[in-house]
T-cell receptor, first 116, second 113 residues
């Protein structure tokens, strides 16, 4: 059982280039989200999705696009990378469980992106 | 809107000493509160959570946290620190049944031998 899989683990881009960070889950969770982690700022929510075909903006959505065509996949697209997008990106999922599983996020291992 | 404030970006304790990591939250509705831990070069994993049942919540690795509504606090404690506890700890808040989890800035715990 792989859980949440993120690819690539590392990526270096030049300013203006585009790329897609992939996130795939095999837990049949309806909710998926993308966070970025920067020193001293914790994790900030970029975009999230509550199901296939439904996405919404989080705290820091500018410069990023998402789509959710299947339950399993939630890619994050950078259309024109900027140095300010240098960060570690985490994908997370959440099921509709009750009790001990309610609202608990399961994270991927992260993708470290450097924009030169 | 919900928010989380973690007091102290770095905390250093000696092995065997008490660990206390502070977290205050703001929420207009009854919150769910969480502590997550991140070991070096890894993703985050759940340490414990509060969901309006018992106010004292026990988690993994001997950690516990107490929900105090009057103080809007959810501080994390462990009676005796171990070297393996060195990590970054994040406090987080979400609405019951909601899908947006907001994180604090994190506290890095150092444990000295």
């Amino acid at each position: 059982n792989a859980g949440v899989t993120q690819t690539p683990k590392f990526q270096v881009l030049k300013t203006g280039q585009s790329m897609t960070l992939q996130c795939a889950q095999d837990m049949n969770h309806e909710y998926m989200s993308w966070y970025r982690q920067d020193p001293g700022m914790g994790l900030r929510l970029i975009h999230y999705s509550v199901g296939a075909g439904i996405t919404d903006q989080g705290e820091v959505p500018n410069g990023y696009n998402v789509s959710r065509s299947t339950t399993e996949d939630f890619p994050l697209r950078l259309l024109s990378a900027a140095p300010s997008q240098t960060s570690v990106y985490f994908c997370a999922t959440q099921g509709r469980g009750q009790g001990t599983g309610a609202n608990v996020l399961t994270f991927g291992a992260g993708s470290r992106l450097t924009v030169l | 809107a919900q928010s989380v404030t973690q007091l102290g970006s770095h905390v250093s304790v000696s092995e065997g000493a008490l660990v206390l990591l502070r977290c205050n939250y703001s929420s207009s509705v009854p919150p769910y509160l969480f502590w997550y831990v991140q070991y070096p070069n890894q993703g985050l994993q759940l340490l414990l959570k509060y969901t309006s049942a018992a106010t004292l919540v026990k988690g993994i690795n001997g950690f516990e946290a107490e929900f105090k509504k009057s103080e809007t606090s959810f501080h994390l404690t462990k009676p005796s620190a171990h070297m393996s506890d060195a990590a970054e700890y994040f406090c987080a808040v979400s609405e019951a049944g909601g899908f947006k989890t907001i994180f604090g800035a994190g506290t890095r715990l150092f444990v000295k031998a």
